[in-house]
């Protein structure tokens, strides 16, 4: 793949090499070991991420189930239907959340990203850290034109996340999602450009 090219699902990077590093945070895509670990975090944090999180990671009890989903996640990374990472802290070890970039069209080329942070790390902002990392890698190797987001309008940590990793709101659907608990709120999208991002990482001098 030149540069300039775009990234197609021929031409992802092997998931199990690949490791993404910020500051703080290690992110890789899951491994088979990750099972019991997978799982245990799911148990742990499943009334934090209910709602968020589809209804086949909800029936998720054993650490087979969780290898299970890593096996999953591995053919939608070779079909370049989704590219999901975990995020680790450095010093710690300890696993903090995931990101995951998915819905491409490799036509634009665009994708989505969306991620979460575990309900003990919350408020520290490694979701703000993780995604930048994961955005990063969408605009550099991946070579997408644009990458979108989106959340409910009640979600407000993450339309700050949104807001503080650059995108612009581009738009509100109107009661346009129903949430677990039957209520049914609007929905914000979001949008960050190539473009948008190369200037707010290369800024260049400051006006005399």
Not at 21 to 41: I, K, N, Q
Not at 83 to 98: D, N, Q, T
Not at 111 to 133: K, L
Request: net charge neutral.
């Amino acid at each position: 793949m030149t540069e300039s090219s775009p990234a197609t699902p021929t031409c992802l990077p092997d998931r199990n090499a690949l490791v993404l590093e910020s500051a703080r945070l290690l992110l890789r895509p899951y491994r088979p070991v990750d099972g019991r670990m997978y799982a245990a975090m799911h148990a742990e944090n499943r009334a934090h991420l209910r709602e968020f999180l589809p209804d086949v990671l909800g029936h998720m009890r054993t650490a087979e189930d969780a290898e299970a989903q890593i096996q999953r996640m591995d053919r939608q990374w070779r079909a370049g239907e989704a590219l999901i990472f975990g995020a680790w802290e450095r010093g710690s070890a300890s696993y903090v959340g995931e990101v995951y970039l998915a819905n491409a069209d490799w036509h634009v080329p665009s994708i989505e990203i969306g991620y979460f942070v575990v309900a003990g790390r919350t408020g520290q902002g490694f979701a703000s850290e993780a995604g930048g990392t994961v955005i990063r890698f969408a605009f550099e190797f991946l070579r997408v034109s644009r990458i979108d987001l989106q959340c409910t309008a009640d979600n407000q940590a993450s339309a700050r996340v949104a807001e503080r990793l650059g995108f612009l709101l581009e738009g509100r659907q109107r009661l346009r999602h129903r949430k677990r608990d039957s209520s049914v709120v609007d929905r914000l999208w979001y949008g960050l450009l190539r473009s948008e991002w190369e200037q707010a990482m290369n800024p260049g001098p400051a006006p005399a």
